[in-house]
């Protein structure tokens, strides 16, 4: 189960400051226009732990848990670091689900270079926990530019563990100018690694204005790389503290129209209009848009539908847009 509003990252900064503690309530609307509280996450850290827990509204109205998750540092050196998460799941109901812990082991290596070992475990119906996921990143960075190869194992039928995807990435630039290539290799059905997937990412920023492209490519039935979908992103920073982000998102085919009628290229499927507002206390309110495209004019957006609105203490996590939002009954 699923908010319909973008998520605050998994992931909280530790600290070895005093315990301190963040909260986000996410409130949407209903087919009158009023708004109605969605959710709320309750974030605490404290020197190498943290807490956060993700709730939701049920179907009765009452506010049940959705997710938790409890992160301690086991070991922070110049060396590398160990990070232990266990998460916790629950149904629509509140009632818990079997849990699932996560070990992330960074070694920094005397060349300079890094290695990530992720380990997942999921726990059976029993609640013990068996291993679902190994990811082992080799990064290095050579100048302005770094390298890293990604190789994702699972267990297989057989309970032996196998690779079953590649990943290699190269991320160039800084701050003002930044370019990402990310290419998945996916096994075949004879045990070969093929060109699945492509993600190229451009950002360039000035001054206070950020524009970020994203284009993304799947494999098809001929094994050539296809142009799925499109997110341009324009970021702007006011003088005031306000930052506004307008997403463009493209996709192979226009809500409620066939690939023929558009010649099968990326069509706009929306725009997404995101606003951070800082409010008295250092705290932030999020407000988040959405246009669409006129079924009688895909060329014309229609006006902005106010989807959700987060109130946050302290600043509210930015997130990537979303590839499609919900439809809005009106």
Known sequence: MHLSFPPVALIIAL?????????????????????????????????????????????????????????????DGPDGRVVERLIRRYDPTGRPGAPEKVRIEERRNLDGSSTTLTTTWQGDLNGRLQLAERT?????????????????????????????????????????????DLVTYRRN????????????????????????????????????????????SRTERLADGTERQVVDVYGAVSQGRTVNGFGGGPQLREQQIIERRPTAGGGEVETFSVRRPSLSDAGQLGPAQKISETVCTGHCTPQPAKAETPSVKQ
């Open 15 to 75: 600290t070895a400051q005093a315990p301190s503690q963040r909260q986000s309530s996410t409130y949407t609307y209903d087919v009158n226009g009023r708004r109605v509280e969605a959710g709320d996450i309750v974030s605490s850290a404290a020197a190498g732990s943290s807490v956060r827990t993700e709730r939701s509204q049920s179907l009765n109205g009452r506010m049940v848990p959705l997710e938790s998750a409890e992160e301690s540092v086991l070991r």
């Open 136 to 180: 082992t990143t080799h990064a290095r960075k050579s100048g302005d530019t770094e390298h890293s190869e990604t190789t994702v194992e699972r267990p297989s039928i057989s309970g032996a563990v196998e690779t079953v995807e590649k990943r290699t990435r190269v991320e160039t630039g800084g701050t003002n100018v930044y370019n990402a």
């Open 189 to 232: 059905s004879s045990g070969s690694f093929y060109e699945a997937a492509r993600e190229v990412s451009e950002r360039k920023t000035l001054d206070r204005m950020s524009t970020e492209t994203t284009s993304r490519y799947n494999a098809t039935n001929s094994g050539h790389l296809e142009l799925a979908g499109r997110q341009v």
